[in-house]
């Protein structure tokens, strides 16, 4: 054969095979941009969920009440859908029609989480004679077609069970707040909820002085700007105190809410009767009566015959941080005693069988979280080394792997009974979730979405799921949500904003030396003060005025607020006082500034003594 | 004879070979580079309305001259949906921004482009979403050699696009 003729045969046979290759190539590249387009776009929707929420909770004076939180919730999960749709290229897409691909959505709250997934479980109403009645039986449920909504709270649980009588449940939160129930050895019932500490890191000396993690923990004064609404002249237009502008105002804690001192006579409203203190009732300003005054009066002042007189800005202190760790020294102690000496195993299924999942890829059976291993007897074994305030500590670990264990349960279930009301022959399976996610999921509040079954070509559906966190909330104030700032500077007459910084900057820990104090971090957010304007003759509203203000005033330092370039300490470095190390464990900076750490485990404290927490109820009978 | 006709073949098949293939391959890939940028750019245009809370002349007037620069022609189409009233408000929560409640109005890029070319700035609200869709109108040179070998009509015929929306997180003014 000639050269020629070999050419055209080799390229003959060379040519189709070529086309066919780069075909297959091009159709993989396309699988793989459709995937990274995906998954874009459920990221976005979840941050859009997450911003949804935000907004609806930071401007809700009443967002930790359950009804409002489920309101709040639902508009997220709209707001999902809404930022799904638009994303995914048709705002005409309902969210029935992108519910066949979204198996399960996870939200992740203080003490306990809801999962939103369709279910049967409805009750219709039967009409009996002229009347209609509730029909509970299984006939009934079953026929009906499912229907997608947020299933009932479930929370952080596990139980413990023990040779005798010895029975108890222990409620986990994203902290070492706890709540116990059950009964002990002896058979005695016990009911009581509050913060797990380390007793021998806090003493409390005959005077009642408590020194914490070193640090001797006292009253602050605590201020911050707010712009309340008085009731105006005819009585029903609300108008904005002090024209408008935000007002620097005193306040204390009392009852999970903020307490103002109003200094200024010239702003007083119509609910004014001589008392010089206010609450806001959904921001409207509204003055204390003299018994609420004075309940006030005694829980400041900490004396029974406390009366609202004495009250003034030098006395109007907030002992909140004290009383953190003096009712978490008593309940501590109560919790270690109860499970001294006693043996025992945890009976919570979800915890004990390890849910596994088959990799489809190879058959292989990988577990989901691999649980931390560990003697469970030593989870309330509290010491310097088992420090329940602590990252590494055994109990912290335990309430992770708890945490996990529960949410992988429930999530495998809904999931999977996700298969029985879709035919679209896609096999709906809870994708395996890294540990980085768990972490994530088991410390803050978040939101995980699931979103499967789509067919992106070549044979293959999409699969992913996203997780993210919500850290600026008010269910729950995690150790990095604390910022601190010099005492002083707050006040914007003073004409200084000032700056404020994490507490875990290294700049700030090496050269500090004036007086700090510490905020929570949603106190550095914008908030909203809405209100409509009314037409008195026809009870119409005629505009709805909005206004804005930062209740701290000043600005975010470059290395530490805004960029994290000097972020170099943990909270165990602060709240432990040790020193800066590297990965390898060698020390690489000093132990933290005392003002630093005094600023940050005060307002860590008087943050999370302030929580409303749905089973505070416990210690009150 | 039959060398010749294998000659012509041959002459056929390395032309092909030689231009049309590597042609084809030059113009696919600055089609993805195209896209690419594109991409970039709608998503960039986006997150500045999503940050800023505002549609400026300048803003959109940018984003039309970073995308026209990869030498194709676009249609641009704007959607916001506005957050309306909500219908479910309640007195305890008397808060008109509840997100996710409310009913949306959407507003589309006539309307938009009518307003921030008269008043040279659209504001937008915390809570609202904006989403830009990006097409080329024009046909490509990879489009033309594909049409070559077989043609595509029919409406997706467009090669560059993107898509990027959001919920807004401040309020413009």
């Known amino acids: ?621 | 004879m039959s060398d010749t006709v294998v000659t012509v073949v041959a002459i056929f098949l390395a032309a092909i070979l030689m231009f049309i293939f590597p042609l084809m391959s030059t113009a696919d890939r600055t089609d993805d580079i195209s896209t690419q940028a594109v991409d970039t750019a709608t998503t960039e245009f986006v997150d500045q309305i999503r940050s800023t809370g505002k549609i400026t002349q300048n803003d959109y007037d940018n984003f039309v001259q970073t995308i026209s620069s990869t030498g194709n022609a676009f249609d641009v189409e704007l959607e916001v949906q506005i957050l309306d009233d909500n219908p479910g408000k309640k007195v305890t929560e008397a808060e008109m921004t509840k997100v996710g409640e409310n009913y949306y109005y959407s507003k589309y890029t006539s309307q938009i482009l009518d307003k921030v070319n008269s008043d040279g700035v659209m504001y937008l609200k915390q809570g609202d979403i904006v989403s830009v869709t990006v097409k080329n109108t024009n046909r490509t040179i990879s489009a033309i050699l594909k049409d070559f070998i077989y043609s595509v009509t029919g409406n997706n015929s467009a090669t560059i696009t993107a898509r990027h929306s959001g919920i807004v997180n401040v309020n413009g003014k």
Not at chain 1, 252 to 270: G, I, M, W
Not at chain 1, 387 to 406: K, L, Q, Y
Not at chain 1, 600 to 619: C, P, T, V, W
Request: net charge negative; with cysteine.
């Open chain 1, 1 to 621: 054969m000639k050269l020629q003729q070999l050419a055209v045969v080799f390229i003959i046979i060379i040519l189709p095979i070529a086309l066919v290759l780069s075909e297959y190539t091009n159709i993989n590249m396309q699988v793989l941009n459709k995937q990274a387009e995906y998954d874009n776009i459920l990221l976005t929707s979840t941050y859009d969920a997450i911003r949804a929420f935000q907004m609806n909770t930071l401007n809700n004076g009443y967002s930790t009440i359950s009804d409002s939180k489920i309101r709040d919730i639902s508009a997220s999960v709209n707001s999902f859908y809404n930022s799904l749709a638009s994303s995914l290229g048709s705002s005409g897409y309902k969210i029935e029609d992108l519910q066949g691909y979204i198996p399960a959505l996870l939200f992740t709250m203080y003490d306990g989480y809801y999962l939103y997934g369709d279910y049967q479980n409805i009750v219709t109403l039967e009409k009996d004679g002229d009347t209609y009645k509730q029909n509970y039986s299984t006939e009934n449920t079953n026929s009906l077609k499912s229907t997608n909504g947020i299933k009932p709270y479930i929370y952080y649980t596990c139980e413990y069970k023990g040779s005798n009588k010895f029975d108890i449940i222990v409620n986990y939160t994203l902290d070492n707040y706890i709540s116990v129930m059950g009964t002990d050895n002896s058979g005695n019932i016990i009911n009581m909820s509050g913060y797990l500490i380390n007793p021998s890191s806090v003493t409390k000396d005959a005077s009642g002085n408590i020194t914490a993690h070193g640090i001797e923990i006292k009253p602050e004064k605590l201020y911050e700007y707010a712009i309340v609404m008085d009731s105006g002249i005819d009585s029903i237009n609300l108008t904005p105190a002090n024209g408008g502008n935000p007002t620097y105002y005193q306040y204390v804690y009392y009852n999970h809410q903020k307490y103002y001192l109003d200094t200024n006579p010239e702003q007083r409203a119509t609910s004014y009767n001589g008392i010089n203190i206010f609450r806001l009732n959904n921001n409207l300003r509204t003055y204390l009566n003299e018994s609420e005054a004075n309940s006030l009066a005694k829980y400041v002042l900490n004396r029974d015959n406390a009366n609202y007189t004495e009250l003034n800005a030098t006395s109007f202190i907030d002992n909140s941080a004290y009383k953190y760790y003096n009712d978490a020294l008593e309940f501590s102690n109560k919790v270690i005693n109860l499970f001294n000496g006693v043996s025992y195993n945890v009976v919570t299924d979800s915890y004990n069988n390890q849910v596994n999942y088959t990799k489809t890829a190879n058959g292989e059976k990988v577990p989901i979280h691999t649980r931390t291993n560990y003697n469970v007897n030593e989870v309330f074994k509290i010491s310097d080394s088992n420090d329940p305030e602590a990252e590494d500590s055994i109990f912290n670990e335990h309430r992770m792997d708890v945490i996990i264990s529960s949410i992988e349960s429930n999530l495998m279930s809904i999931i999977a009974n996700f298969n029985l009301h879709q035919n679209s022959g896609y096999e709906f399976a809870l994708p395996v979730m890294t540990e980085e996610d768990w972490y994530k999921i088991t410390n803050n509040i978040t939101v995980v979405t699931f979103m499967q079954g789509i067919p992106i070509g070549n044979y293959k559906y999409y699969s992913n799921y996203a997780v993210v966190a919500n850290t600026k909330n008010k269910e729950f104030v995690s150790r990095d949500s604390i910022i601190i700032r010099d005492v002083e500077t707050g006040n914007r007459s003073n004409d200084t904003l000032g700056t404020y910084h994490n507490p875990k900057c290294k700049d700030i820990n090496d050269n500090n030396s004036g007086n700090l104090i510490g905020y929570n971090n949603i106190d550095y957010e914008q908030q909203t003060v809405s209100y409509d304007i009314i037409d008195p003759s026809s009870h119409s509203t005629v505009e709805t005025k909005m206004l804005y203000y930062y209740p701290h005033s000043g600005s975010g330092a470059y290395e530490c607020v805004i960029g994290k370039d000097e972020v170099k300490y943990t909270a165990d470095n602060l709240i432990l006082n040790t020193e800066l190390k590297d990965e390898n464990g060698n020390i690489i900076g000093n132990k933290p500034n005392q003002n630093v750490r005094k600023a940050y485990i005060s307002a860590l404290a008087r943050e999370k003594y302030n929580l409303y927490k749905i089973s505070d109820y416990f210690n009150k009978y």
